[in-house]
């Protein structure tokens, strides 16, 4: 199974940490998060990572992981970006994360289990690390509705309750070629469904119908690196993860491996 890492954008929010670079390409607490996500994909069973570049692609040069160039990366979102590395898309399913997340290794696996066509993993305890990260949680949650089969019902609405909220959905999601030829077709046939953002590609699939979307709790901690004021909180959760990663049985064929670019 492969990877694919979505870095393409400018990562605004932090401020001046990404004037130079991509926002996975930032380091907190001794390494970047690209460092982290791929130990964590590689580890979870990914065999090969790739990644989505935008802005300050060629600082990706370096690292000799595959990278996929979305020139249009300023006036694109994620879900647009995405279709750039349609080669991996279409030839096998892939696991696909957002550049400015951590989880680990366990999370990535029980999300490679998943036997449907496109599952996301979610966080059920999201409360407690949204009341971390912000005085009210509610002003940033997404609604997140699952139903008694763990499939995916809504998401990416504003939630006003917190009854309205079953978890947060992660940046983290596996998807196969059929799932994708979906969602390629639905995209190709309407140019308003071209321009939705992740959470609203998702959130079309599930009230047309076209897809099922799993839904796979993680399994561990994790975090997401959106504004400057995450990364005390983010701080705890990288800690967590070390310390995991140090805990748990070492399997020579998860050590990282060189790379070339495609």
Request: aromatic share 6%; charged share 25%; proline share 5%.
């Amino acid at each position: 199974m492969k990877a694919i890492i979505l870095a393409a954008g400018r990562g605004s929010r932090l401020g001046r940490l990404t004037d130079d670079r991509p926002k996975c390409l930032v380091e907190i607490a001794g390494r970047t998060l690209l460092e982290r996500q791929v130990a964590a994909l590689r580890a979870g069973g990914a065999e090969q990572v790739g990644v989505v570049a935008g802005w300050h692609a060629e600082a990706f040069d370096a690292t000799g992981y595959p990278v996929f160039r979305n020139p249009e990366w300023a006036r694109t979102t994620m879900a647009q970006s995405l279709a750039v590395a349609e080669p991996w898309l279409s030839e096998d399913a892939v696991l696909i994360s957002y550049g400015d997340i951590v989880y680990g290794a366990d999370t990535v696996r029980e999300l490679a289990a998943s036997k449907a066509e496109l599952a996301i993993s979610y966080d059920p305890h999201w409360l407690a690390l949204w009341s971390r990260r912000f005085a009210d949680p509610l002003c940033d949650a997404e609604t997140f509705v699952r139903d008694e089969a763990g499939h995916l019902m809504d998401i990416g609405g504003r939630a006003l309750t917190v009854e309205e909220v079953h978890g947060q959905y992660m940046g983290l999601l596996r998807m196969t070629p059929t799932a994708w030829s979906v969602i390629r077709r639905a995209r190709s046939a309407d140019a308003r469904v071209a321009a939705l953002d992740m959470t609203g590609l998702l959130r079309h699939l599930v009230q047309r119908r076209l897809l099922e979307i799993a839904t796979v709790p993680a399994a561990g901690p994790w975090c997401e690196f959106d504004h400057p004021s995450d990364i005390p909180v983010g701080i705890e959760v990288l800690r967590r993860l070390d310390t995991d990663q140090v805990n748990a049985p070492q399997d020579p064929s998860s050590s990282p491996r060189e790379e070339t670019s495609e």
